[in-house]
């Protein structure tokens, strides 16, 4: 995973090896190596302060960092170490931004039900289980509080995230390696406070079995058995014509991309609106333009991207891309660019217009010895600096 920071001024990478490392992308060098984690980190987002960095790993924890100074800020260690694999930034209104987190469940190399979870402010929210497998993406819905959820089961979640209940101890905080923290209560279990001269964990509210201070599975608003295979992403998309409403584009293994409408508070439904069918093989990734567009595009095992207009139901364009795989999509800020990457190591820009893309890519290039397995654009205030 990729992802920039600070204005463009960082770029930050996950590994495999349980290292992120923050760069500076004019001298190309390492700034800060951030080593937290016992097992591959998984996920990578920026908050929206533009200045922190959550990441995620398979040894069952998240830690936010600083990407200015390199210091841990907050850490989460989830319950019973369950892996990550997937995670999400969202807006949480007035109550502040919100962490979405997919989970396996279960240890490293065992099945398990996956669960997603949801921190507002730093404050354990819910938990939501339903899964019978792998969390493989989680999206926060931007315009109403709600979190969806697809998997290796093949079902697409959505879940309600205004309850707060306290009938189960999940999550737990702990202090970073070099002893810094912030005060924030972080899973509800422990509050971190700061002694004379060393930090100190004050648990006088903590409680055990269903007395946990933290909340309790809320139930889930619907779902859907929606692919006849494994779902390997999903995006909401703003709906501007369906008042109180937003579009969940979901994307799996049987080749399709579903779109269903899903009504908020004023009007709670769950509903399909279209099946596009348009690649040969699994869909890999999906990526969307600017927010408030309706477009979004899908990137496959076939070697194509499409185009779709998820509002209208209408396939805009098809691609014909790349050789091998296309795992990675990304859209520049300003809806101007549009980068795909393979497996075998190729890259492509493609200019887009108001909506209108262009046929033939205007750069290609082949960017690395393997396979590409993430894109991210700069702001494009920097320049829209591409990282892969």
Do not use: K
């Not at 990407?67 to 007035?94: K, Q």
């Not at 946990?212 to 006849?228: E, N």
Request: glycine share 12%; proline share 4%.
């Amino acid at each position: 995973a990729v992802c920039y920071v600070a204005r463009g001024t960082r770029v930050c990478s996950a590994s495999l090896d349980g290292s992120v490392r923050v760069w500076n992308p004019i001298t190309r060098q390492a700034m800060f190596v951030l080593r937290e984690f016992a097992h591959w980190v998984t996920c990578l987002v920026a908050a929206a302060d533009d200045a922190t960095i959550y990441a995620g790993s398979l040894d069952g924890t998240v830690v936010a960092w600083s990407a200015v100074t390199g210091r841990p800020v907050r850490r989460i260690r989830l319950p019973n170490l369950e892996p990550v694999l997937s995670m999400a930034i969202g807006p949480g209104g007035m109550e502040g931004e919100q962490l979405c987190v997919g989970t396996r469940g279960g240890s490293v190399g065992r099945g398990g039900e996956g669960a997603a979870l949801v921190w507002r402010a730093g404050t354990w929210v819910a938990r939501f289980d339903g899964h019978a497998s792998d969390v493989c993406d989680v999206s926060l819905s931007p315009v109403a509080p709600l979190a969806a959820s697809v998997g290796a089961d093949r079902d697409v979640r959505i879940w309600g995230c205004t309850t707060q209940l306290a009938s189960e101890t999940v999550g737990r905080a702990f202090l970073p390696s070099d002893g810094s923290a912030d005060d924030t209560e972080i899973g509800c279990l422990e509050d971190i406070v700061e002694g004379d001269g060393e930090s100190e964990r004050d648990t006088s509210s903590v409680r055990s079995g269903s007395g946990g201070a933290g909340p309790s599975a809320l139930p889930q608003t619907t779902h859907a058995a929606a692919h006849a295979d494994r779902i390997n992403a999903l995006a909401f998309v703003s709906s501007p014509t369906v008042p109180d409403a937003v579009l969940l584009v979901s994307a799996g293994d049987d080749g399709d991309a579903r779109v269903y409408e899903v009504g908020g508070e004023g009007d709670p439904h769950f509903a399909l609106r279209s099946v596009f069918g348009g690649h040969d093989a699994a869909v890999l990734g999906l990526a969307r333009e600017r927010a408030g567009d309706s477009l979004i595009f899908s990137a496959g095992r076939d070697g194509t991207i499409l185009q779709w207009d998820a509002l209208h139901g209408a396939e805009r364009m098809m691609l014909v891309a790349h050789e091998g795989r296309v795992p990675a999509l990304a859209v520049d800020g300003g809806s101007q660019l549009l980068a795909s990457a393979d497996s075998l190591g190729a890259l492509s820009l493609w200019t887009m217009s108001g909506g209108s893309m262009a046929t033939e890519p205007s750069t290609v290039a082949e960017a690395h010895p393997d396979a590409v397995a993430c894109l991210a654009f700069s702001t494009p205030e920097t320049g829209n600096r591409l990282a892969s």
